[in-house]
């Protein structure tokens, strides 16, 4: 009887323990009933694909990136972009009229007008001749000899045709000096001589036979958009084209070259050729 009363005692002093240990045990269960009602539920889950197969389905194709890629490349790689084509946005097309008249240009390519346009209308070469006349005699003896020289190149027209006497072994000539007669003196067969310029070369000529060297070039040029030509231009000739200075610093037998006064750029006009 005094031991259940012990128990009672303790049990009055410790009831918050036992409630506690109690509560305890409760969970454990609880616990230990779920663990296995999920072992059971995962058994009947893994049971209802016992007895079927699986069927063979379509493969998935690849994704196909091919169009994706060019598009990378190019957004790495962009295109140049050309400012100088056929359009308007940054090259705005200038209608113009040349100067002196004529019908109004349109301005695409900046060579319309201008020292661009100018074209050759012909090319003639400049000769220099050398022609015997007639032996000078005095008496029955030749002091020397008459000769023409006509040089197309002389800007002086004094200078173009000149009748020039010239002794026997005379070196204060114009143009050359005689070398050698070959040949009765009174009529000689061939005349030798050495010019004064060309770096002294030596020519021949004789009666009936002139000696003829090409020496420079004179041309025409024509600025067709306005039709205005400039005739007999020869090296050092001014020109004015549309109200800008050049001038002709050479001329060949198929090309012009002229050179703009205000800056010394030269440019080459070239003689088309015939369609």
């Given at each position: 009887m005094d031991q259940l009363k012990k128990i009672g005692h303790l049990c009055r002093q410790h009831y918050e323990k036992l409630i506690l240990v109690f509560v305890l045990l409760l969970l454990a269960y609880a616990v230990i009933k779920l663990f296995?009602?999920?072992?059971?539920?995962?058994?009947?889950?893994?049971?209802?694909?016992?007895?079927?197969?699986?069927?063979?389905?379509?493969?998935?194709?690849?994704?196909?990136?091919?169009?994706?890629?060019?598009?990378?490349?190019?957004?790495?790689?962009?295109?140049?972009?050309?400012?100088a084509g056929k359009h308007n946005l940054f090259n705005p097309v200038k209608w113009q009229q040349p100067r002196g008249g004529g019908p109004i240009i349109k301005v695409q390519f900046g060579t319309e007008i201008g020292i661009h346009a100018m074209r050759i209308v012909g090319v003639n070469p400049l000769h220099l001749h050398i022609a015997f006349d007639r032996a000078a005699l005095t008496g029955a003896e030749v002091t020397g000899y008459h000769i023409v020289v006509t040089n197309e190149l002389a800007t002086l027209s004094r200078h173009r045709r000149i009748v020039q006497y010239v002794p026997t072994g005379a070196t204060n000539t114009q143009v050359f000096v005689i070398t050698e007669v070959k040949g009765p003196p009174e009529a000689p067969t061939e005349l030798v001589a050495q010019l004064k310029d060309f770096n002294g070369e030596k020519v021949s000529f004789a009666p009936g036979k002139p000696y003829t060297r090409v020496v420079g070039y004179e041309a025409e040029l024509v600025h067709p958009p306005n039709g205005k030509k400039y005739p007999r231009l020869r090296r050092d000739s001014p020109l004015d084209i549309e109200g800008e200075p050049y001038k002709v610093v050479d001329i060949a037998a198929n090309k012009v070259v002229v050179s703009d006064d205000s800056n010394g750029k030269r440019y080459t006009i070239e003689q088309m050729a015939a369609p």
């Open positions: 296995q009602a999920s072992q059971e539920e995962g058994e009947k889950t893994r049971s209802m694909t016992e007895g079927f197969k699986t069927r063979a389905g379509t493969p998935v194709e690849p994704a196909k990136l091919e169009r994706f890629a060019a598009a990378m490349k190019t957004a790495t790689n962009p295109p140049t972009l050309n400012y």
